[in-house]
């Protein structure tokens, strides 16, 4: 009996086919492809990744690295998660042209991040402005502001679970820099209401006076991390290569993995 009615449902089926368009089963396959996005949203770990050039992405993109990265979404144009492909910065709303966004670390961040755990589902949301100062990051700043819009938009579909920050070459010789960073650190605990957020920042490339005060951010907050750009290479005076780009995120994973466990 059961297998009379597996064989007539089959029929059904094939009948079905016969006399409906070609559209109507693309549908039913897209219908399905948005359930299980729509699943891996609501077990999704969430990253806010913000700063200057490096974030936003200057590093070239090989053949090989232009595939969508698997159990990895990226906050779009409509406030609505996709499958992530470099560039990761293409749907920021304060980036320059669209030819200048190239790969970042959150590529490789998100891959050493998805390596620690099978079922993690990662999402992205990245809004970063080459040449931009921390000064136009502050609370009031519309900057600041479109990543926190942003942020909360992504958080009704997701976990916030930290922030990855590379910003300081405009700013390479401001004394006050760690004062202001640790001013955003705080902006942003208190607007995302989450007064332990994780929170890494980058030491950009060969400058030392910002970079010395980037090194003393974990000493000064709870709570965050420091990525030392020891040993990586430019292309030019600020911007890592792709080889370096992608150590940058590995080490960006290790820090923020380390602050999630405690250590």
């Known amino acids: 009996m059961k297998g009379q009615l597996q064989s007539d449902w089959i029929t059904g ?80 709303t304060i980036r320059k042209g669209l030819n200048m966004q190239k790969m970042n670390p959150g590529y490789s961040f998100s891959k050493a991040m998805l390596k620690e755990d099978s079922k993690m589902t990662i999402g992205l949301v990245v809004n970063a402005k080459g040449g931009s100062s921390i000064k136009q990051w502050t609370r009031d700043a519309k900057f600041y502001q479109e990543a926190l819009r942003r942020m909360k938009a992504a958080m009704e579909k997701g976990e916030l679970k930290g922030v990855l920050w590379h ?23 208190k607007d995302l209401e989450l007064p ?3 929170f890494v920042a980058g030491q950009v490339n060969n400058a030392k006076e910002v970079n010395d005060q980037i090194a003393k951010l974990s000493s000064k907050v709870s709570h965050t991390g420091v990525v030392k ?27 923020m993995l380390r602050i999630q466990r405690g250590q």
């Open 13 to 92: 089926l094939n009948a079905i086919r016969g006399i409906m368009p070609k559209k109507f089963f693309l549908l039913i396959g897209f219908v399905m492809s948005s359930a299980s996005l729509s699943v891996a949203e609501e077990k999704m770990g969430l990253y806010l990744l913000i700063g200057q050039s490096n974030m936003a992405g200057r590093a070239p993109i090989a053949k090989k690295d232009e595939g969508v990265i698997e159990r990895c979404f990226l906050l779009n144009g409509q406030d609505e998660f996709e499958p992530a492909k470099n560039p990761l910065n293409r749907y920021s």
């Open 167 to 189: 910003q300081g070459e405009t700013d390479h010789k401001d004394p006050e820099y760690l004062d202001k960073l640790r001013e955003l650190v705080k902006n942003l605990r």
């Open 196 to 198: 332990k957020l994780p």
């Open 229 to 255: 750009s020891e040993g990586l290479t430019a292309m030019d005076r600020w911007h890592f290569d792709t080889k370096s780009m992608k150590i940058l995120g590995e080490r960006y994973a290790a820090e």
